[in-house]
């Protein structure tokens, strides 16, 4: 088994930055894409950014792209989600997952393991 622990949520005005970290434990040695979602009330989780454990590639959803940045540490099996230029409309709750698989999906469906999600909310 793989446990996922989200940290850095909070409150923020828009316009301002925060950085979420996951850390994974447990069984990771398999472990190969990384990604974020998201989940607004009353609406599906939503993919956002996710990264493969060789890759130098990074994947985001079109509302984040230029404004948030995943990267990974490796060594401490712990992946970053660097949040800028936040909007109101990013206030949700947000989760890491972690994969096996080799290719970047971004259905939520595909991804055996997840954090207990970490509330961001963004005041206008």
């Known amino acids: 088994q793989v446990q996922l622990v989200e940290s850095g949520g909070g409150l923020v005005q828009a316009g301002g930055s925060l950085r979420l970290s996951c850390a994974a434990s447990g069984r990771t040695f398999g472990i190969y894409t990384r990604g974020w979602f998201r989940q607004a009330p009353g609406k599906e989780r939503e993919f956002v950014a996710a990264i493969r454990r060789s890759d130098v590639n990074t994947y985001y959803a079109d509302s984040v792209k230029g404004r948030f940045t995943i990267s990974r540490d490796n060594a401490k099996n712990t992946v970053y989600l660097q949040m800028n230029s936040l909007k109101p409309e990013d206030t949700a709750v947000y989760y890491c997952?972690?994969?096996?698989?080799?290719?970047?999906?971004?259905?939520?469906?595909?991804?055996?393991?997840w954090g207990q999600g970490t509330q961001v909310t963004v005041s206008s």
């Open positions: 997952a972690a994969d096996t698989t080799r290719v970047v999906v971004t259905t939520p469906g595909a991804y055996d393991y």
